[in-house]
Structures are given as C-alpha cells and as structure tokens.
C-alpha cells in the first residue's frame, strides 16, 4: 500500500523567514512519482513539482527547492524567504508507475505574517 | 486556454436526495480524476477514466456512487440517496495523456456538497 504523512499540521512563521514542509513517503514500488501541490484559499490544487524515483538530484525553482532522499524516504520542500501569497496548503501527494492516482497526504498550513 | 471547470460550485441537499455533479475538463486532456476532499484532509481519490473507459473505480466508497463519462470529454460524479458523511468538496482533475502517471493533473475548483 501507498501512504504519504505530512506530519506538521499548520506552520506559522514571519515574512522573509524560510520554511520547509516535511513529507515521508511509504511504497513498495522502485518506479513511482512524487509531487507536491498548492491549495490557496480558492480551493484550486496547483502543480508545483513532479519527481520520478530515479532522479534524486535536488530541484531550485526561484524561492522554491524540493530535497528528494531514497534512503529516508522523503521529499521534502522549502520556502525561501516567505511571502504572504504563499499562505495556503500544501500537499505532498505520490503515485505508481502506471494507474494515475494520487495518494495524498493530509497537508500542512502554511501562514505567513506580514 | 479555459481550465478545467465543475458545477455547481455549492451544492446543497437534504439527506436522501440525489445529486449529479459536472466535470468539464481540459479539451482534449485523455485522464479525468475524481477526488473527495473532506474538511482538513487531503484528497482522496474516487475513480479514474481514460477516454470513455472507467479503467479504476476502487475509490468510490459505496453502490451510491456512481461516474460516466460517455463521450470522454464531460463527466458526472452521481451521488445516490445522500448522506450526511457525503459532506466534502469532490474535485475533478484532467491530465493530457494516458498510460504512465508520470503526466501532472489539472485541477478544477470542486464542488462543495452539503448534506443536511
């Protein structure tokens, strides 16, 4: 069975400050997809990232950096220097090879103060 | 170019009632996901079609749920004789191809059922 855990429920921190969200991940795959989502207070999920099991290598996207390890089973990912617009949920979600389906995990809150 | 979109947005029904909820996906977009949201959880997937074909149902919780989508474009998530533990945002997503799941999927804004 598939299984993602977001261990921190909500997260609060100050504006400019960086932040990293925590996932783990449980699967008996080899081959499998990792992604993280966006929820912002409209309701949409927003794709932000895609990892495919063989590709470890550490991802930058602007203030955004993911750190994808095997050995600890975990994908985490990191906000630098936090804005207010990134207030919202966050969803660590995993798939199979083959069959599409998302398994989520139950998200963390992220607020950020001004 | 237009996004995926859902009706109705709010939905409310007393227990018992039937409601049929719509799904318009990307065009041309070959995967169509239903998921069910409850109140702080993440979502949970509920059924899986490539085209026209319902190649997964193993989410749907119950004989009251139902899904088609009979010309692979549009889809309808029917919900039989509500109830209350029914209460969640169901949300739709599409993705441009079949097969690997390597493909992101494209969320709608869902469709928050009431149940009273």
């Known amino acids: 069975a598939q299984k993602v855990t977001q261990a921190q429920t909500e997260i609060s921190v100050v504006e400019k400050e960086d932040v990293t969200l925590d996932c783990v991940y449980e699967?008996?795959?080899?081959?499998?997809?990792l992604f993280w989502y966006k929820q912002p207070p409209s309701g949409e999920l927003v794709f932000l990232i895609r990892?495919?099991?063989?590709?470890?290598q550490n991802e930058i996207s602007g203030r955004y950096s993911w750190n994808f390890q095997k050995s600890t089973s975990s994908f985490n990912f990191t906000i630098t220097a936090s804005q207010v617009v990134d207030s919202a949920v966050y969803f660590c979600?995993?798939?199979?090879?083959?069959?599409?389906?998302?398994?989520f995990g139950a998200g963390t809150i992220l607020r950020v103060k001004s | 170019g237009a996004g995926v979109s859902q009706s109705p947005r709010y939905k409310v029904a007393k227990r018992g009632q039937d409601v049929a909820l719509r799904c318009d996906p990307i065009?041309?977009?070959?995967?169509l996901f239903w998921y069910q949201q409850a109140l702080g959880q993440g979502p949970e997937f509920l059924t899986y079609?490539?085209?026209?074909?319902?190649?997964?149902k193993s989410g749907l919780p119950s004989d009251r749920f139902f899904a088609e989508r009979p010309e692979g474009s549009v889809s309808t998530l029917k919900i039989q004789r509500t109830q209350q533990e029914d209460s969640a945002v169901y949300l739709c997503?599409?993705?441009?191809?079949?097969?690997?799941?390597?493909?992101?999927?494209?969320f709608g804004p869902g469709t928050r059922l009431t149940v009273l």
């Open positions: 997503a599409s993705s441009p191809a079949g097969g690997r799941s390597y493909n992101e999927q494209f």
């Open positions: 699967t008996r795959d080899t081959t499998y997809y």
């Open positions: 990892r495919n099991s063989f590709d470890e």
């Open positions: 979600a995993l798939s199979r090879e083959y069959g599409n389906k998302l398994v």
């Open positions: 065009s041309g977009h070959v995967s």
């Open positions: 079609f490539q085209n026209e074909a319902q190649l997964d």
